[in-house]
Nanobody
Framework: VQLVESGGGLVQPGGSLRLSCTAS????????MSWARQAPGKGLEWVSG???????DYGDFVKGRFTISRDNAKNTVYLTMNNLKVEDTAVYYC???????????WGQGTQVTVSS
């Protein structure tokens, strides 16, 4: 199993980014996928998940700013983040479960820095 994230970077407050996670080594279309993040000095925080039917769920702090989606033909899950805030600064990880507790594989992470 391999999960490879990309798309992170430096963005100003109010800006947008789209993260991608490409998966291999398992049947992607049958698997729920999720994103979590870890800010400096803090624990891992679940961000969003999408099941195999495309049903989505989000952390309360997202408040309509983030959208998770998947392209089964490309074995890729996306996290589109709009209206980014300084407090969204973190390393973002994708995983092969809907939530943190049911994920067994994680990517290496991609850094998102929101700063003016």
């Amino acid at each position: 199993v391999q999960l490879v994230e990309s798309g992170g970077g430096l963005v100003q407050p109010g800006g947008s980014l789209r993260l991608s996670c490409t998966a291999s080594g398992f049947t992607f279309s049958s698997s729920a996928m999720s994103w979590a993040r870890q800010a400096p000095g803090k624990g891992l925080e679940w961000v969003s998940g999408i099941d195999s039917d495309g049903i989505t769920d989000y952390g309360d702090f997202v408040k309509g700013r983030f959208t998770i989606s998947r392209d089964n033909a490309k074995n890729t899950v996306y996290l589109t983040m709009n209206n980014l805030k300084v407090e969204d600064t973190a390393v973002y990880y994708c995983a092969n479960g809907l939530y943190i507790n049911d994920s067994t594989e994680w990517g290496q992470g991609t850094q998102v820095t929101v700063s003016s």
